[in-house]
């Protein structure tokens, strides 16, 4: 066999094995390593391995993910996804539907501080489906728009899928993250008009909660004040040149740790439970890097992306029809794959296509607004019927529930962000405007 048919074959083997439910760190680690021995042979296996495991996580921009992960447990102790659901309630609870408003305003704002879709949603699950059920909303409602919710982890700043993806395409974290802030608004106020939407043809799904009063008010907002604070501090201090975002994240994680202590209580179990669960999350984050990083040298040996990215130079396909075809497989592995080691398979083999191409935009705007459009579809792969991770966590959760009523509570947020993902299309500027405005070095 050639090295381009080793390498069809193994993506293949690959694509059966996630199938399998084999965890997806394990299955690019075994098929990169045995497709590698058999292209180059022993020797050059070792020799990689050698130096590729002690450089991939010496790499200073890695150090920034267990950081953010520190700072999103020390924040779950401290209460501040309860206080966040809290004070979104308290301004929209007593509108229809205005409770799971509320949930996607408490989503995004831990998606500020936790960077993880499937965090997010769990998180906000154990907050937010209490109440909705004491209100009686829909089960499809419920599940739907903290399943849709949830995916708003991924792209409102700090994400830690972004930072792996500013990695692999060697561009500014920081100019990301300012990238991913307009459209990361645009998710949530989507999401609260489909559910408007929803609740004006459906006026039972989503009943309105009392009305709080002023002091009520008063009292949510002064109870997220440390999110707002910390919030501002890192990414204002990291967009305004102050410090680096592995700096930004340490002072994150500090003030999430004295605000646990301060107001949610956290003792010293406490704190080795965040301890434990960020090790934990980091290290099956880092084997994912890992497996990646041997996979793609093992295509790499294949050729198999050059030959890709030679394919589609001269194939006369209109660069717009290349995107959509990349959109439709996200979809699909969606179906199969969590967003971050989508990311880690596809980026590698896609961003040469895409920086092959003329979209009328220099190379460092196209990682941006590629980037952007990446996390989006990478989104709807999680919600995505008939697999969608984010709609098993919740649905989980929601044991009273059918999964094909939160399926069907999941499409209208679909629908919301394939409107987002054609208005980026068409119009560029929305995710470059901020980079422009606050340039980054």
């Not at 990689?48 to 790499?59: I, V």
């Not at 697999?387 to 209208?412: H, Q, R």
Request: charged letters at 10%; a neutral charge; aromatic letters at 10%.
């Amino acid at each position: 066999m050639s090295g381009l048919e080793i390498g069809a074959t193994g993506f293949v083997v690959l694509l059966l094995l996630l199938a399998l439910r084999i965890p997806i760190g394990v299955a690019m680690l075994s098929v990169g390593l045995v497709g590698y021995f058999i292209i180059a042979g022993s020797v050059p296996l070792m020799s990689y391995l050698k130096s590729e495991m002690y450089w991939r996580f010496s790499t200073f921009e890695l150090s920034v993910v267990p950081l953010f992960i520190l700072m999103g447990q020390f924040a779950a102790k401290a209460g501040l996804s309860q206080a966040l659901f809290r004070a979104a309630n308290v301004f929209l609870g007593h509108h229809r539907g205005g409770i799971a408003m509320a949930a996607i305003g408490g989503c995004a704002g831990v998606g500020a501080i936790a960077g993880s879709s499937l965090a997010t949603a769990a998180t906000m699950g154990q907050v937010a489906l209490p109440e909705l059920k004491r209100y009686n909303y829909s089960g499809a409602l419920t599940t739907g728009c903290l399943a849709a919710g949830g995916t708003l982890g991924i792209l409102i700043p700090p994400s830690v899928v972004l930072i792996i993806y500013a990695i692999l395409v060697e561009a500014n974290v920081a100019t990301l993250f300012l990238a991913a802030f307009i459209p990361g608004i645009l998710a949530a106020l989507g999401y609260i008009a489909a559910i408007a939407i929803m609740v004006r043809i459906d006026p039972k799904a989503g009943p309105a909660g009392p009305k709080a009063g002023r002091d009520e008010r008063v009292a949510a907002l002064l109870d997220i004040w440390p999110v707002l604070v910390i919030f501002v501090l890192v990414m204002g201090g990291i967009y305004a040149g102050f410090f680096t975002p592995t700096e930004g994240a340490s002072i994150g994680s500090v003030g999430t740790f004295l605000v646990a202590i301060t107001r949610g209580g956290m003792r010293w179990h406490g704190f080795i439970d965040a301890i434990i669960g960020t090790a934990t999350t980091t290290a099956f984050i880092f084997l994912i890097v890992l497996g990646a990083a041997v996979f793609n040298a093992f295509l790499g040996f294949s050729r198999l992306p050059n030959f890709a990215t030679d394919f589609f130079a001269g194939s006369g396909l209109a660069p717009v029809v290349i995107i959509f075809a990349m959109i439709v497989l996200y979809i699909l592995l969606g179906m199969v794959m969590d967003s971050l080691s989508m990311i880690l398979l596809t980026v590698p083999i896609f961003w040469p296509i895409i920086a092959g191409l003329e979209f009328g935009m220099d190379v460092e705007d196209v990682k941006l607004w590629f980037g952007i459009i990446t996390l989006i579809v990478v989104e709807m792969g999680l919600i995505t019927p008939p697999v969608g991770l984010n709609v098993f966590i919740i649905n989980s959760m929601a044991k009273d529930v059918p999964m094909i009523e939160t399926f069907k509570g999941v499409v209208p947020f679909i629908i919301s962000d394939a409107l987002r993902v054609i208005l980026i299309l068409l119009f560029p500027i929305i995710t470059l405007v901020l980079p422009r405005l606050f340039a980054i070095e």
